[in-house]
């Protein structure tokens, strides 16, 4: 038995009213589509998971890659049409198909699974998931027969007024036998207010064929939220930075006007670390105990090791180890890995630099293409001169190096343990262990020069 499910983002989002395909559009820097995509693996209980892609289709198969198999609906004619795209895959007659739509970022393992048991344990043909909506517009309406059975759906546009009422919404998830799935297809029709093959209509269709169909029913209705529009994706947002952050502020995550801070979703915070306002946490991001992160700071696939203090600064793919101080306002990038108890201060960046233990970058410095050893001072204004304008060189610092003031080091370079670069050098050369490098014009002084005091010209 194969356990299938298929995810429909062909679809343009022409209400979103922007370029972005809707099923890629971010929530706390997380595409829409990769939550579905992670809580049905998380769920177990499905064996293949496909994809149906369209509209800006590349867009979407480089967020998700090779996690999911793609099926390609070329013009997108509706919900219906979109799952017939994926017909190749369903091979195995023996088992059944969960249909999602990709605009559900809020549903989660659990919902996928108990509607999933549920259709087994009742030996349904279909079974629709539907929730009570206090404000159901826009979304399909649950039709059900006098004695309460599901006997249709029927979409907001081509709703009467008494169906308008109903607060029992189609949330889009339905479980299908396998075996019936592609004919029940094949017989939808497009005569609609919209001119589409609504999925929908395989809840007649099987209906009509004394199938056995059933629902149901999510008792979270939010979880079923279907973002359609920017604002809908704002409150959808908004409802997962609240649950995460309730989370981790019970498990020892102090925040301060958490409205005002962001963690992603795959984000581990430790216990005793305290975040200030106006932060964010995202992608793979790992923050170790006892740090303190913000106010102002965006971390993004980065880990911070134990006792940081970050704040007003920017980190990307980056790494800071134990009792390093980082900011205001430092610019880790691509690949800083900065060592234990190091200063990064005011204005400094690094990109793909090692640093050693204690070393210290306080003020105003560019550290690109870097190795450097432990115990080094990098004075103010000094910088790597990593970059030629076609090819990016290396810089080698030793330990124990004091690099004084307003310093250039053109790479490829090598600073050997215990050197001194003089203040207001422009280096070259590689500097032995122990020298002191001093590469600059010599002071002159010309003692009793008078200055001449010069008449201004009239025009
Ligand atoms: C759909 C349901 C509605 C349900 C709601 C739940 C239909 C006809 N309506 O409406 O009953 O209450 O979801 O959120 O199914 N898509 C394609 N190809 C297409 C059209 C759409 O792949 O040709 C994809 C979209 O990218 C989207 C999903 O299908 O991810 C749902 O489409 P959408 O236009 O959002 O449907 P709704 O109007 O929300
Ligand atoms: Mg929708």
Redesign the pocket.
Known sequence: MRRYAI?????????MKTDL???AYPLLKKPM?AYIVEHLYKSTVIDELIT????KKEVLQEILNSTVKYAV?E?????????L?AKDYIKDMDGYTIIL????PLIDASVIKEAIEEHNEFRHDLTVVSTILEEPF????IIRDEAGYLNS?V??NDASKDEKKIKE?????YIIDNRFLIPALMKIKNK?A?N??????IVKILKDELKLVGTYLLKNSHK?????DLYTLSKAENILRYNINKELMIKGVAMINPDTITIGQNVVIEENVTIHPNTYITGNSIIKRGSTIGPNTEIHNSIIGEGVTCKHSLVYNSEIKNHSKVGPFAHLRDGAIIGESNRIGNFVEVKKSVTGNEFKASHLAYIGDAEIGNNVNFGCGSITVNYDGVNKYKTIIGNDVFVGCNSNLIAPIKIDDNAMIAAGSTLDKNVPKGSLAIARAYQVNKENYIRKPVKKIKK
């Open positions: 995810i429909l983002a062909a679809g343009k989002g022409t209400r395909p809707k099923c589509i149906v892609v369209g509209h609906q013009e997108q004619l509706g919900t219906g049409h979109a799952v795209a739509p990709g605009d559900m826009g979304y399909g309406r759906i979409e907001e919404i189609n949330t889009g998830i609609n919209k589409e093959y609504y999925l929908t209509d079923a939220m279907g973002v359609n």
